[in-house]
């Protein structure tokens, strides 16, 4: 199949997601086309059947914003034209979904009929795409969408209650490559750069946004130190990082805190961690836990949204309300204190993560895909 793969280019989860997908799909033999402003970050393999195509927004003075979804539907217009490709899959719904919709629409007037999965990530719901400014538009676009998946069976029932949907929605939750995993050579993992033998290492990875609550990791972590020797790394970049810095001065554990910024080799972090923080208010799914069980990381989570669909109370980590830093330190402490049960939820934590493999997920695509495509 010839699919164009709609998604943002940035290190967030939809991203990620969209790129790894795009990626095993042309290892499965489809051509796969990214369609995007700049190349997604996990994007570093092209080849004749994974091509980028940029879409440019000329800059004109008159204009005092940018008409972004003009040029994305535009060029996939030409993009579909030119390489005869027969599917969109868009993630994100805000504009992805909006500027397939058109282009869809502007295809038809040429005889041409290309299907659109929409793929729904989470803040596209629960955070951006609920707004007043936005909601008729979303609303429109999902139900104007040809097939419909969402990350979790949460983000889908958040879907139904915020809008007035009329299509069906598919869960198809997210996935990871488990075997690049097993094949991780010892050497990449250089523990002893980061702390020293007796100190274990707690790791939180995300785009340090509001809804993420890094404040709360930086209590959990203060609470945890005191009982048990440890380094904590942050790793990522975003508006709440500076106050995180701030948090950790006033505590005086800047010598146990060490912001890592955006980072290409997460896995290079997470292979010796022994524990990894997810505190979000709202979390869709949470690909980061994800990533750090697939590394044999236990998390310690908060129970909101698609969290309790990922991490497992008891066996992969613990999940508490949001907010509750002490029962999440508590916890995290429980976890870390007993080296054989630190062993056992590590282990626990892989093998939930291989229910996620990419060779259950992407099929479950590529099915959908072809149904749509016998029906054009
Ligand atoms: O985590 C973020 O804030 C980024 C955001 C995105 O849109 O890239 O992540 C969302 O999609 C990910 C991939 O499906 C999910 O794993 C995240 O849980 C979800 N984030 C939220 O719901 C806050």
Partial sequence: MK????CYPTFGGSG????????????????????????PV?????????????????????????????ALSSKLVNMVKLHGIELLHVHYAIPHAYAGYMAKKMLEEEGIFI????TLHGTDITLV????????????????????????????????????ITREIQVVPNFID?????????TDCQREMMASEDEKIITHVSNFRKVKRIDDVVKIFFEIQKKIKAKLMMVGEGPEKEMAEELVKELQIQDKVLFLGESHEIDKVLCFSDLFLLPSEKESFGLAALEAMVNGVPVISTNTGGLPEVNVEGVSGFLNKVGDVQKMAENAIFILEDKERLKKFKENAHREAEKFDINRIVPQYEELYQSLLEKV
């Fill in 3 to 6: 699919i164009a793969i709609v």
């Fill in 16 to 39: 990620v997601v969209a790129t790894e997908l795009g990626l095993a799909l042309s290892k499965r033999g489809h051509e796969i086309h990214f369609i995007t402003y700049k190349q």
């Fill in 42 to 70: 996990r994007l570093d393999q092209l080849s004749s059947n994974v091509r980028f195509h940029e879409v440019h927004v000329p800059e004109y003075p008159l204009f005092h914003y940018q008409p972004y979804e003009l």
């Fill in 115 to 118: 299907p659109m999965v929409t």
């Fill in 129 to 164: 795409g609920r707004h007043p400014f936005y909601k008729p538009a979303v609303k429109f676009s999902i139900n104007s969408s040809d097939v419909v998946t969402s990350v979790s069976q949460s983000l889908k029932e958040d879907t139904l209650s915020s809008f007035n």
């Fill in 178 to 186: 488990v075997s690049k995993f097993d094949r991780k050579s010892f």
